[in-house]
């Protein structure tokens, strides 16, 4: 079983809706939770991380962490086709310098 | 800033040949990444260099090696190139004072082998 577990996809979805991404991981030693969002050829960039349990809102992206379910989500309000990348997320335990990644969810914002 | 440089963009070797993947950063950064991206398996982390003059495995070195020349540049190279090897290469960079680690990736190799 892999430490993080994300949905490939792909995710198919109309302008304007609400998408909701998510992870769910196995070592509780986590504390750093990242999204990385990747263009179709390009390299990933982070796009928002939190630490610890909680909600981090930034313009139209909401990352939400859950420790006890061991969950994780990113939703985004109001998409648009702009938003159609893939969107990794990540974790990090807060020592050492690996980040660990899950298999990325592929999003498609269709008009 | 250019920020991650990696070169070259496009390769294509045969089976047994060699070659280098160069990476360069110019954020000062002390940490320094390789990875390659498999459909279905995510990045996957082949070497790692903590800071200048150190290197370490990751979670799938066989077959590559690796050289941290400076603070800024970090190469890989496949010695002996296998099909299994075809896929996407990234290198990062991260600021060691940053808690999160955020990572930097450059835009990635692609390489096929044949």
């Known amino acids: 079983q892999k430490e993080v577990e994300q949905d490939p996809g792909p995710l198919s979805v109309p302008e304007g809706a609400i998408v909701s991404l998510n992870c769910t991981y196995s070592?509780?030693?986590?504390?750093?939770f990242m999204w990385y969002r990747q263009y179709s050829r390009k390299g990933p960039e982070l796009l928002m991380y939190t630490y610890s349990s909680g909600n981090k809102e930034d313009g139209r992206f909401t990352a939400q962490v859950d420790k006890s379910s061991k969950y994780i989500s990113l939703f985004i309000r109001d998409s648009q086709p702009s938003d159609s990348a893939t969107y990794l997320c990540?974790?990090?335990?807060?020592?050492?310098?690996?980040?660990?990644f899950g298999t990325g969810t592929q999003l498609k914002v269709e008009l | 800033n250019a920020g991650v440089t990696q070169t070259p963009k496009f390769q294509v070797l045969k089976t047994g040949q060699s070659m280098t993947l160069q990476c360069a950063q110019d954020?000062?950064?002390?940490?320094m990444y390789w990875y390659r991206q498999d459909p279905g398996m995510g990045l996957r982390l082949i070497y790692y260099?903590?800071?200048?003059?150190?290197?370490d495995k990751g979670e799938v070195p066989n077959g590559y090696n690796v050289s941290r020349l400076n603070k800024r540049e970090f190469s890989l190279r496949l010695e002996s190139a296998a099909p299994s090897q075809t896929s996407v290469y990234f290198c990062?960079?991260?600021?060691?004072?940053?808690?999160?680690?955020?990572?930097?990736f450059g835009p990635g190799t692609r390489l096929t082998v044949l």
């Open positions: 954020m000062n950064h002390n940490s």
């Open positions: 990540a974790m990090f335990t807060g020592g050492g310098n690996k980040l660990t």
């Open positions: 990062a960079s991260s600021d060691s004072g940053l808690l999160n680690n955020e990572q930097f």
């Open positions: 260099s903590a800071s200048e003059g150190t290197t």
């Open positions: 070592n509780s030693a986590f504390q750093y």
